[in-house]
C-alpha cells in the first residue's frame, strides 16, 4: 500500500479526473437522455422512431468502439474539440478529455433515455386519464402527475446506470485521460511486486465512490417515497 | 328523484348516430342518447356491453368513429386546449379512484381548480375543505391516498371532480373495485349528489343505487341499447328478453 501513499498527489489526481469524467458525463447524459425518452413516449411518430433508431444504435455498441469512435475516427472525419483547453491548477481539460466526454455521454444517455421509460411506464395509465378529465392540457399532465412519479420509480434503474458510468470512466484511461485506471497501470508497471496491494487499493477506492453514490441514490429514494 | 315531478331540463349531454370500433369489436353501435340537465341515467349491463366505453366516450377518453357527441350544445373538440376545456366542465369517478398518488388528499381536490380554473391557492383550498367535510374525508387532508380506504379514496375523487364545478359527472363502475361494506358510503354520496340535482351519468352493477337514484336506467349488451325506462318499469317490467335474462341472473341470489 505504500505504493499509493508515496503517490498519493498523482493518486488523487487520477481520481480527480475519474470524478470529472463522471460527473459531467453523468449530467450531460441525464439532459441528453430526458430529451430522448420524451421523444419516445411522446405522439410524435417520426421523433419516437429517431428516439428508439438512437437507442437502438448506441445502446447495442460496445463502448469501447463508441470511444475510440469519438477519440480516433471523429477528429479524420473532422469531430474535433481542439477548442477545450481548460487548465484549473494540476487538472487540463483538453480535446483528448472533451472526446471521451462525449463518448460517454453519447453512450450512457442511451440508457439513461431506458431507466426514465421504463419509469413513465411504471405510471399507471390512471393518473393521466385523472389528469385528463380534470382538464390539464398534455404538458400539465406530464409536468404535474406523470413526470414526478416517474422520476421515482425511475431512480433505482437511473442509480444503475450512472454507477455503470462510473466505473465506465476507466475506458476513458485506454484513451490518452489519466484517470484512476491509467495511474494504476502506471503504478504497477513502475512496482510490479506490489501489483497485487496496488490492485485492491483502486478497487477499493471505487468501491467507496460507488457506495456514496448508491448511499445518495437510497437518501433520495427514502425522501421520495410516496407516503 | 328531483326530476320525476318536473319537466325535464334542457338537453346537456347529446349522443348522435355514435359508431365504435376497438378492430373487428363493434363496440358501440349507433348509440343514441340524451341526457337533460339534471337528469340521473344509470347504465347498466354485462361485462363487454360498451356501457364503459360510452361513458369514457362523453369526455373522449375513447374517441369515436362516427357519429357526434354535444356538451351544452356544443360538438366535443377533437384535441388540444379546447378539448381540455372541454374536460374541465365534465366529472369522471374512476372505477380504481386514480388519486394522484403523490398528492396529498387536499393537493388532489386543489389541483385541478388552481392549475385550470386560475383559482388562488386560499381560494381553492376553502373549497377543497368544503367539499371534503361534505363527502366526509375533512379530517383526512393532508395524508396521502394510500392511507385511505377504497371507499375514502372514492369519495375524495369525487371531491376532486366536484371541485371543477362541472356541468356533468360520469361514474365509470365506482364502486366495483370497493369491499362491500365501502359501497354504502361512497353510494349515499352519489345519492346526496343526485338529490342536489347534479346531472349524472352512472355505470353500475348497483340495482339498489339505479333503482333509488336514477330518473332514466338504460340497458347496454353487445354494444347496444336494448332498453331505456324508467328504474321502476325496467327492474319490475323489463321488456326485452336480454334485459329480463339479466336481470333473472342478477337478482337471483
Known sequence: MHVVWDNREAVALAFGYTLLLFLISGVLSMVLGTFLAALRVGPVAVLRLAGTAYVTVVRNTPLLIVLIFFRIAGPKMGIKFNFVDITIGDVRLNNVFTACVVGLTVYTSAFVCEALRAGINAVPLGQAEAARAIGLPFGGVMRTVVLPQAIRAALPPMASVQIALLKNTTVAGALGVVEAFARMRGLTNDNAPERISLFIAFALIFVVLVEILSLFANRLERRWRIA | ?253
Open chain 2, 1 to 253: 328523484m328531483t326530476m320525476q315531478e318536473d319537466e325535464p331540463g334542457e338537453p346537456l349531454v347529446v349522443l348522435d348516430k355514435v359508431d365504435k370500433w376497438f378492430g373487428e369489436l363493434h363496440v358501440l353501435q349507433d348509440i343514441n342518447l340524451t341526457v337533460h340537465r339534471g337528469e340521473v341515467v344509470v347504465v347498466i349491463g354485462p361485462s363487454g356491453s360498451g356501457k364503459s366505453t360510452l361513458c369514457r366516450a362523453i369526455n373522449r377518453l375513447e374517441t369515436i368513429d362516427k357519429g357526434t357527441i354535444t356538451l351544452d350544445g356544443e360538438p366535443l373538440p377533437q384535441e388540444g386546449k379546447a378539448l381540455a376545456k372541454h374536460r374541465a366542465e365534465v366529472g369522471m369517478v374512476f372505477q380504481s379512484f386514480n388519486l394522484f398518488a403523490h398528492k396529498t388528499i387536499l393537493e388532489n381536490v386543489t389541483l385541478g381548480p388552481i392549475k385550470v380554473r386560475k383559482k388562488s391557492k386560499a381560494e381553492a383550498e376553502a373549497r377543497a375543505n368544503e367539499l371534503l367535510d361534505r363527502v366526509g374525508i375533512g379530517h383526512q387532508a393532508s395524508k396521502y391516498p394510500a392511507q385511505l380506504s377504497g371507499g375514502q379514496q372514492q369519495r375524495v375523487a369525487i371531491a376532486r371532480a366536484l371541485a371543477m364545478d362541472p356541468k356533468v359527472m360520469l361514474f365509470d363502475e365506482p364502486t366495483s373495485a370497493l369491499d362491500p361494506e365501502m359501497i354504502k358510503e361512497v353510494l349515499d354520496v352519489m345519492v346526496d349528489l343526485a338529490k342536489q340535482g347534479m346531472t349524472m351519468v352512472v355505470v353500475t352493477h348497483e340495482m339498489g343505487f339505479a333503482r333509488t337514484a336514477a330518473d332514466r336506467v338504460l340497458f347496454m349488451a353487445d354494444g347496444q341499447v336494448v332498453e331505456e325506462n324508467t328504474p321502476e318499469q325496467f327492474f319490475t317490467n323489463p321488456t326485452s328478453d336480454r334485459a329480463k335474462d339479466f336481470l333473472g341472473k342478477i337478482l337471483k341470489h
